[in-house]
């Protein structure tokens, strides 16, 4: 049974146009070919990824939060208290009204301290500012080099300024060293972010990103076995363009440099709506979509490669729509930052508090001559 899955997986109808098989694309005459076995030595260089990046963060990332300035906040913990410990790992993080009321009864505390030991319970829960610095610096780094790499790779091959080059004699296209390398790379590079997301910084976008990391990784993979590589190397090359602008825009703001972040956010979004909100669909799914046509009868592949397309181009808009809201705040004079972060809530402690009669201190009134403070 397996064998005969295996079989009509790599049928040859599936996966290449009409009356070509795969003992076409064998190696043969000096020219290499890509193949999908190549692919296997990506899991193993996806750990090693994994390990030059712990290595980068502690020995890299660490001193340069330090040479930033990078501060973290103070965090006031959570008194240690069972009754809400146990809600908190077993319920919910974010207990309703009644909740609070039935917690307060039970663990002896006032509504208030309820409320505050949650906010502080799930502030000691996020992420520390020197974490996402260092995240943001590998991410960064990875980036920057890999457009660098990219456009080395493609700059000087004629379809990067013809498209239609892009299919001229498929799928007979020798496969170049550079392009194994750069495939190889980025594919790595997208298996250790999917393997390490459970760990990395978790935003509100949590679930569209592993959508986007097997999107591309599918992508990729498919991309390389069935010689679409030189669609490939542009669209992987489009997608590095502005990555690393965020990442260094995410960087500036956790060392609070506000206004070089600000501007870096500005060029950011300006290549991101220009490379994936016109380039990509007008001119490299154009390219997908309409030139292959003239060559060979649409296929299973071809509708497979193009659906994945339309379904990365789609995760393109949600990250467009947030990042539009970012910059009309920062239009408006608002602060700019990552719409996808979980914000840390403010800690109302007691000095923070006030009511009519004055702060409040362990949930009671404390009388204060003064003037009461305003915010």
Known sequence: MFQTLYNYFWWD?????????????????????????????????????????????????????????????????????????????????????????????????????????????????????????????????????????????????????????VWKGYPIQTTLPSQYWYYMIELSFYWSLLFSIASDVKRKDFKEQIIHHVATIILISFSWFANYIRAGTLIMALHDSCDYLLESAKMFNYAGWKNTCNNIFIVFAAVFIVTRLIILPFWIMHCTVVYPLDLYPPFFGYYFFNFMMVVLQSLHIFWAYLIIRMAHKFITGKVVEDERSDREETDNTEEEEVTKNGPLSNGHPVLNNNHRKTD
Not at 49 to 78: C, D, M, Q, S, W
Not at 88 to 99: E, N, V
Request: proline content about 5%.
């Open 13 to 165: 109808r599936l996966w290449l146009p009409v009356n070509l098989t795969w003992s076409d694309l064998e190696d043969k005459d000096g020219r290499i070919y890509a193949k999908a076995s190549d692919l296997y030595i990506t899991i193993p260089l996806a750990f090693l990824f994994l390990i030059v990046r712990h290595l980068f963060e502690i020995y890299v990332a660490t001193p340069l939060a330090g040479l930033l300035n990078v501060k973290e906040k103070i965090r006031l913990k959570a008194t240690p208290n069972p009754v809400l410990e146990k809600f908190y790992a077993s319920s919910t993080k974010h207990p309703k009204q009644g909740d609070i009321e039935m917690l307060s009864k039970k663990s002896g505390c006032v509504v208030r301290q309820v409320e505050r030991w949650f906010r502080r319970r799930r502030n000691q829960d996020r992420p520390s500012l020197l974490k996402k610095f260092r995240e943001a610096s590998w991410r960064f780094t990875f980036y920057l080099i890999a457009f660098i790499a990219g456009m080395a790779v493609i700059v000087d091959k004629p379809w990067f300024y013809d498209l239609k080059e």
